[in-house]
């Protein structure tokens, strides 16, 4: 799935969310959206994988890949207080693109490795709602595609190696967090713990870590 299908689900989320919603809950002026956009810290030791630094010492320890990324959240107020409708979207990138060695016609000892993904995901909030401090959570359900590619190319070295392993997952997935929101007029900030699961095509992921979200209430 491309970017640009992301982007079509994530407006017609976005369409969906309005037909539940009534014009007389915004009559008041108080509970308007509210949009979100947070920083990912996510962490991948849940989906270790020692097979290739078997094979090659220089391998990436895949449970210790550093990887951040971009969640973009809106929440819906309806007419129950205590819970808010959500859409989000979601990116995230690995930094440890790696290159080993260097390659000739003669002579090849490399290593590539790359993690990369995002989704869209619709959702409830319920929420413990005060005028400064708020408990917040997201249970949420959504499309993600997320992908995780090893490449070795050694013929330099014994044990000699030549792998190229790209594990993906496309199709249903689902999202939790849990935190605590900090609000001063229309800004607020809502750290959280959450969880992210992506499965499909033979394939899943599951990672957990931070989200250190900006918020903005209109």
Known sequence: MTYKNYFVLFVFLIS??????QDRIYEDGKNKPKIEIGYLHLYNKLNTDSYFRLKYSNATDNSQANIGGLNLKIDF????EWFDYTIGTLFIKGFDEIDLGY????????HDYNIN???VYLGISPKIKGKYISLTSVFGVGVFSFKEYVGIINNSVTPFVDEHNL????????IS???VSFNVGKIGINPSLTGIFSGGSGASFTFYGFNFP???QF
């Not at 969906?16 to 919603?21: D, G, N, Q, V």
């Not at 390659?103 to 490399?110: G, L």
């Not at 594990?167 to 689902?174: D, E, N, P, V």
């Open 16 to 21: 969906s969310i309005k037909l539940f919603s």
């Open 77 to 80: 107020p309806n007419s129950y």
């Open 103 to 110: 390659i000739n016609p003669s002579s090849v000892n490399a």
């Open 117 to 119: 993904g995002g989704g």
């Open 167 to 174: 594990k993906a997952s496309y199709g249903l997935g689902a």
């Open 177 to 179: 967090s849990i935190g």
């Open 214 to 216: 900006l918020s903005y």
